[in-house]
């Protein structure tokens, strides 16, 4: 069935290539023909072969009938059938050019040529190279078909090992029990040596931890033990004091104290006034006034010493006291200042 369809589209390519052509498509399209696509490649180039030949041979026909024509005018205007028959052949060369354009314009739509190398003189060299680089585009084709099948096959070969190897019965002979028992015991194994481990490691933290607890307890004990100790006497020494000897100690200690702060605050008084010119008067006025309103705060109220700054005197110099650490600042409010505790060892103002 499919030959006497080829025989027929061929037959017909003896009426023009556009007639092969549509007796070509007419066949690839028939529904009830199973044709292969390298087949119909085949076909394809097996068509466009052909026309290119009668082409050729009809060209040829033409240039020999050209040759002819070059009788005399004189008889060909005087033989009308001479005057038809060169007309017929005119009017087939013409048909034959366009036979040949539309030959030209299928190579290019088929890839098989570039359209800049095509001309009317090397048809037979296109041919070759089409045919050349139909050849080689079918085995790269043809090679990456067989890959992608063999891959097909081992992907399907795995999932069918896979499949068998998940339906298999579990084995109940002895030794394949012992196998999976000694395998369950070997996991067990290594998971308690992971815990061993573990917990290893935690022992010797938590020892550390200890001992570093029972050095601080036995420091701590050392010095509760010399609290105790001082507390006791200094409740020996209270107990062998009278009461008038009592409050001569805390009038020395309290004239000691108010000797010591009237030293320190001639200094401070002194130290301003040489730490600003007469051009710096208003300044070391402000900072004359600031120390006083200090002093007076921690002497009128001890158990409030703090003054609001805020506004009142310039922020220079209660940075420069605070630096100098003549005053220190409220743990919450930075605007508040009190003087420093001037009677306490060094280190220990605050």
């Not at 007639?19 to 394809?44: G, K, M, N, Y």
């Not at 067989?146 to 090992?161: F, G, N, P, R, T």
Request: proline fraction near 3%; charge should be negative; hydrophobic fraction near 40%.
């Amino acid at each position: 069935m499919l030959d006497q369809h080829l025989q027929a589209a061929f037959s017909s390519s003896d009426k023009g290539t556009d007639s092969t052509f549509a007796s070509l498509t007419a066949l690839l399209a028939d529904p009830s023909l199973s044709i292969d696509v390298r087949l119909v490649e085949r076909l394809q180039v097996a068509a466009l072969q052909e026309a290119v030949r009668r082409q050729v041979a009809n060209r040829n026909s033409n240039e020999e009938v050209g040759r002819a024509g070059s009788w005399k005018e004189e008889d060909a205007e005087k033989d009308p059938y001479t005057r038809e028959v060169l007309q017929a052949l005119q009017e087939e060369k013409s048909r034959n050019d366009v036979e040949w354009e539309r030959i030209r314009e299928g190579l290019i739509r088929l890839g098989k040529v570039d359209p800049s190398e095509v001309g009317m003189d090397d048809e037979e060299d296109v041919w070759g190279a089409s045919m050349d680089d139909s050849a080689a585009e079918r085995r790269q084709e043809k090679s990456l078909r067989d890959k992608e099948l063999q891959v097909d096959m081992l992907d399907a070969e795995i999932k069918a090992l896979e499949a068998e190897m998940s339906v298999l019965p579990t084995s109940t002979t002895t030794l394949a029990q012992t196998i999976d028992l000694r395998k369950d015991l070997y996991a067990s194994i290594n998971q308690f040596d992971d815990a061993l481990m573990e917990l290893h490691a935690r022992v010797e933290r938590e020892r550390q931890s200890c001992d570093s607890d029972r050095k601080l307890l036995s420091d701590l004990q050392a010095v509760s033990q010399g609290l105790e100790r001082r507390i006791a006497t200094e409740k020996e020494k209270a107990s062998l004091l009278t009461p008038e000897e009592i409050s001569d100690n805390l009038r020395n200690k309290i004239s000691r104290v108010e000797a010591d702060l009237s030293l320190l605050l001639n200094t401070l008084i002194s130290t301003s006034n040489g730490l600003f010119t007469e051009a710096n008067a208003r300044m070391g006025a402000q900072l004359r006034a600031l120390l006083d309103t200090l002093m007076n705060k921690a002497w009128d109220t001890p158990a409030d010493p703090y003054v609001d700054v805020n506004r009142r005197f310039a922020p220079p110099l209660v940075a420069f006291l605070v630096r100098a650490n003549i005053a220190l600042e409220h743990p919450n409010d930075s605007r508040r200042l009190r003087l420093a505790n001037f009677q306490l060892p060094a280190g220990t103002l605050s």
